[in-house]
């Protein structure tokens, strides 16, 4: 898959977790942003990600997905 095919899958899958997201569908939100950083590693599904485990309590898995998200992108803000 060419990286530009892959980034547009990434995106649709982190668009879906992001419904999921946002209907405290958790577990279901972080199978699909791990799916969207399987296909293309991005700083937002890591960031994405950690938000989620962080309303499941899971604080420390939080923190490591946003530190991967700064590895991935420095200059992405939010993580």
């Not at 898959?1 to 419904?19: G, K, V």
């Not at 999921?20 to 279901?28: D, G, K, T």
């Amino acid at each position: 898959m060419a990286d530009s095919e892959a980034r547009t899958r990434a995106l649709e899958l982190w668009n879906e977790a992001m419904r999921f997201h946002m209907n405290h569908e958790l577990e279901r939100a972080v199978e699909l942003y791990t799916k969207s950083i399987e296909v293309f590693p991005t700083a937002e599904a890591y960031t994405f990600r950690g938000w989620a485990f962080e309303g499941m309590g899971r604080i420390d898995d939080a923190i490591a997905e946003c530190h991967r998200a700064i590895e991935v992108d420095p200059a992405f803000g939010n993580p």
